[in-house]
């Protein structure tokens, strides 16, 4: 019943440290713990109950590889194991009580195609099969056993470009691109499907696009009441929640919540 949103852009600061909850039984947002580590333009993924932040900037803009972990129960954040790179704009998510990062840009803003998965029991990290496509900006959500990584940017393009990481054999595979470029989109997924929010082309979007796993093609789901260039997505129950992200012009609180079909 809880949504959760930290660090960022926000208040002036170059990187916020702040962490926010929203209850949606209550309907009502609570400042918890700050971050150990004041971050914007991190990577997060939720594994084994605890929602871990990793890379990013800090408040010198200096690219980060360290990485934390947020436990609910306890409103408090842990270190752990810095990354092996250092990476900004990369994307994150968990499946099987593992943590995996994709991509990015590295201290040199380097495009990164580069795999990395975390083990939260022996606090290591170990290099996977590298993405076929480098790229930064890229927004990731687990589908079974896989993780689908959609869009991003390379060089000073937007991309449509989707990819799949098969956690189990490690391996890639190619899906049907997006109709659209969309970097700094978020996703997620809800009853076996994936959907990919706002974002950004040359301009911010404001579309929600559904995959469908059964027919392997996307469809126009939706369509936000505001835009979201860069915020987060997660599901709780049968609701899609959106939160934050940027407009284009500055950063901005706007919260939204969906209905998906079923």
């Known amino acids: 019943t809880r949504f959760a949103v930290f660090g960022g852009f926000g208040g002036g600061q170059n990187a916020a440290a702040d962490t926010f909850v929203y209850d949606s039984t209550a309907n009502t947002w609570q400042v918890k713990s700050a971050m150990l580590t004041a971050r914007s333009a991190l990577c997060s993924a939720l594994a084994a ?27 408090s954040w842990t270190q752990h194991a810095d990354m092996p790179q250092a990476r900004v704009y990369a994307a994150g998510a968990g499946v099987s009580d593992q943590v995996y990062v994709f991509g990015g840009v590295d201290e040199n803003w380097a495009e990164l195609n580069t795999t990395e998965r975390y083990d939260p029991v022996q606090d290591t990290w170990t290099g996977m099969a590298a ?10 959500a687990a589908l079974g056993s896989e993780i689908v990584v959609v869009g ?17 054999t490690n391996t ?10 969309v970097a700094a989109g978020m996703a997620t997924t809800y009853n076996g499907k ?10 911010p979007l404001v579309t929600v696009y559904r995959y469908e796993p059964g027919t392997n093609g996307w469809v126009l789901h939706s369509v936000l009441q505001r835009d979201h260039i860069g915020g987060v997505a997660g599901v709780i129950g049968t609701k899609v929640f959106i939160a934050g992200g940027y407009n284009g012009i500055e950063a901005h609180d706007r919260f939204q919540v969906m209905t998906p079909q079923l």
């Open 152 to 168: 991003g940017t390379q060089g000073n393009a937007a991309l449509s470009v989707v990819e799949a990481y098969d956690t189990v």
């Open 194 to 203: 994936l959907y990919v929010f706002g974002g950004y082309e040359s301009a």
């Open 172 to 181: 890639w595979r190619s899906l049907p691109s997006l109709p659209v470029r």
């Open 49 to 75: 109950g605890r929602l871990y932040a990793l890379g990013g900037l800090d408040g010198n803009f200096d690219p980060q590889k360290s990485v934390e972990s947020y436990d609910p129960v306890t409103d």
């Open 131 to 140: 993405m076929p496509t480098p790229r930064f900006g890229a927004c990731a």
